[in-house]
């Protein structure tokens, strides 16, 4: 309760502790107010969320927005050490101060957090086209070989398999959507990965050794 007296008499204050409006007109005077309203906005957010924090003694609900902004940097690897307002990153020795660095900084660094969790999580599923890449996809090579096939399916077929994203009975069966993943090709009861698909599967070797030694020639004539 004291915290939201405090948060309830500070907002009410909009202009800030100590702030008067002077009088002036105007282009200027729309100016100065725009500063003066800006800096109490920035205040009484601050103090909204500190208000928010002592309520709910450091662990705010997770449906709210300070919740939801608390839960997100959490999920990054950001550790509080002060409170809300200071917060250690996995990648930086200096502490994160929410209230003096610049908001521009702070969104910033939240969303190249994001972005490196969201390159994690395209390297675990697709580890061919991103692992130990750091994110650069060769899109301009890819692009010009596949611009040599002009039917959309086979050229969505090649891109998945460069990537790492054929669908396969063991990819079906780790999401849920089959009780087993043993192929359903041949009878050896192995599971269908794509290494038994792309080599191993005999009912497919009749595919495969003409594309075999069509690679063999290629590499050949490969400088």
């Known amino acids: 309760m004291g915290a939201l007296s405090r948060m309830t008499s500070k907002g009410s204050g909009f202009l800030g502790a100590g702030e008067r409006a002077p009088c002036v007109t105007g282009h200027e005077g729309a100016l100065h107010a725009d500063r003066l309203v800006n800096k109490s906005s920035a205040q009484a957010g601050q103090t909204m969320i500190q208000a928010v924090w002592e309520a709910s003694k450091g662990r705010p609900r997770s449906v709210g927005p300070v919740g939801r902004a608390c839960r997100t940097v959490t999920n990054l690897g950001w550790r509080a050490i002060d409170r809300w307002w200071k ?3 996995p990648d930086d ?3 994160l101060d929410m209230v003096c660095e610049p908001v521009s900084k702070l969104m ?3 969303q190249e957090a994001l972005r490196e969790q969201q390159l994690r999580q395209l390297e675990l599923r697709r580890p061919r086209q991103f692992e130990g890449m750091k994110g650069e996809v ?3 090579v890819l692009n010009k070989q596949l611009v040599n096939y002009p039917d959309g399916v086979e050229r ?5 398999a460069i990537a790492g994203a054929t ?3 063991d990819t079906a069966h ?3 959507l089959r009780t087993t993943a043993q192929c359903l090709y041949c009878e050896d009861g192995t599971n269908e990965d794509e290494d038994h698909l792309f080599w191993k599967c005999n009912v497919w070797q009749v595919v495969r050794d003409p594309m075999v030694a069509q690679l063999i020639q290629l590499t050949k004539e490969t400088p």
């Open 87 to 89: 917060w250690q990153l």
């Open 93 to 95: 020795p200096e502490p």
């Open 108 to 110: 910033h660094r939240v």
């Open 138 to 140: 060769l899109k301009d």
């Open 156 to 160: 969505a077929l090649l891109l998945g």
């Open 167 to 169: 669908w396969t009975a």
């Open 174 to 176: 780790r999401r849920g």
